[in-house]
């Protein structure tokens, strides 16, 4: 009997024991369940946030596909996006490669239609065909052989000698004006020969090529003691000595044409600084 008892009470401490074990071993299993059912519930809960905020984002690019009109970027719920199209980058470059065509046509038929007579060969401004020498800038220009101050004995050595050479446009013989004076140009470069005769260097005056006659007007002055005197080198009243030049002949008329100008030849004015010139023009 009481070994039977004791029996009893073994078994019942090991079904305990086993028990126990067994608790522990469902506890065991529970919380690895609920672990595992808590990350498999935070994995969905990321699957369905990720896929919500995907879904929203092709919502809003939908959305702006169907935009017709918009800038290159823009900002919806918050977000920037940029909106550059592959379609839109290849009109654009279409566009530009279209406006090059046009411009390659244009200059081309440009360099065409040109007459040939606006080219300019020697670049003076006046194209070919209006221009008597094309193949170069015809100049006029002016050489002083020798200046003869007749009045010698008033001379000093502070006394100096200049001209002044101009082109006069549209001038008037007949009341000795004129529009307006171009390349007015004021020389003291001379050298003296003897004590009343000097060289003066020459003169290039630049005219227009397209017209063979031009007017062209000489006056030459006496400085002493910073007084200008007005020297008489002509026998009538035009101010200095006027000629007509023609570039293509090289000739000229007017005041003078012989090449030589005395302002003595009876012109009847004692009160004149008479001088005399010998002078030459060509055309450069």
Same mark, same amino acid.
């Given at each position: 009997?009481?070994?039977?008892?004791?029996?009893?009470?073994?078994?019942?401490?090991?079904?305990?024991?086993?028990?126990?074990?067994?608790?522990?071993?469902?506890?065991?299993?529970? %919380?690895?369940?609920?672990?595992?059912?808590?990350?498999?519930?935070?994995?969905?809960?990321?699957?369905?946030?990720?896929?919500?905020?995907?879904?929203?984002?092709?919502n809003e690019l939908?959305?702006?596909?169907?935009?017709?009109?918009?800038?290159?970027?823009?900002?919806?719920?918050?977000?920037?996006? %940029?909106?550059?199209?592959?379609?839109? /980058?290849?009109?654009?470059?279409?566009?530009?490669?279209?406006?090059?065509?046009?411009?390659?046509?244009?200059?081309?038929?440009?360099?065409?239609?040109?007459?040939?007579?606006?080219?300019?060969?020697?670049?003076?401004?006046?194209?070919?065909?209006?221009?008597?020498?094309?193949?170069?800038?015809?100049?006029?220009?002016?050489?002083?052989?020798?200046?003869?101050?007749?009045?010698?004995?008033?001379?000093?050595?502070?006394?100096?000698?200049?001209?002044?050479?101009?082109?006069l446009k549209n001038?008037?013989?007949?009341?000795?004006?004129?529009?307006?004076?171009?390349?007015?140009?004021?020389?003291?470069?001379?050298?003296?020969?003897?004590?009343?005769?000097?060289?003066?260097?020459?003169?290039?005056?630049?005219?227009?090529?397209?017209?063979?006659?031009?007017?062209?007007?000489?006056?030459?002055?006496?400085?002493?003691?910073?007084?200008?005197?007005?020297?008489?080198?002509?026998?009538?009243?035009?101010?200095?000595?006027?000629?007509?030049?023609?570039?293509?002949?090289? /000739?000229?008329?007017?005041?003078?044409?012989?090449?030589?100008?005395?302002?003595?030849?009876?012109?009847?004015?004692?009160? %004149?600084?008479?001088?005399?010139?010998?002078?030459?023009?060509?055309?450069?």
């Amino acid at each position: 009997m009481c070994w039977w008892v004791i029996e009893m009470n073994e078994n019942n401490e090991n079904e305990i024991e086993l028990e126990k074990k067994h608790n522990k071993i469902i506890d065991f299993v529970d %919380n690895l369940s609920s672990d595992s059912k808590r990350k498999a519930d935070k994995k969905n809960d990321i699957d369905i946030i990720e896929k919500n905020k995907t879904n929203k984002l092709d919502n809003e690019l939908e959305f702006v596909k169907n935009v017709k009109s918009f800038d290159k970027d823009k900002k919806i719920n918050g977000r920037i996006y %940029n909106f550059s199209k592959s379609k839109e /980058k290849k009109e654009s470059k279409k566009k530009i490669f279209s406006i090059l065509i046009i411009l390659i046509i244009l200059i081309s038929v440009i360099i065409i239609i040109i007459p040939k007579g606006v080219s300019d060969s020697d670049g003076d401004g006046i194209p070919d065909e209006k221009d008597l020498f094309p193949n170069k800038n015809a100049k006029i220009k002016f050489s002083v052989i020798n200046f003869t101050y007749l009045k010698y004995n008033r001379l000093t050595n502070y006394t100096n000698f200049f001209y002044k050479i101009s082109e006069l446009k549209n001038f008037d013989w007949g009341n000795f004006t004129y529009d307006y004076k171009i390349d007015n140009v004021t020389l003291f470069n001379y050298s003296k020969i003897n004590n009343n005769t000097f060289l003066f260097k020459d003169t290039i005056i630049d005219v227009a090529d397209n017209i063979a006659s031009h007017t062209i007007n000489i006056q030459f002055y006496m400085l002493e003691n910073e007084i200008t005197t007005f020297l008489d080198i002509d026998d009538d009243e035009t101010g200095g000595l006027t000629i007509e030049y023609d570039l293509i002949s090289g /000739k000229w008329t007017g005041d003078d044409n012989s090449g030589v100008s005395n302002g003595s030849y009876d012109d009847g004015i004692i009160t %004149n600084t008479d001088c005399k010139l010998e002078y030459n023009f060509t055309t450069v």
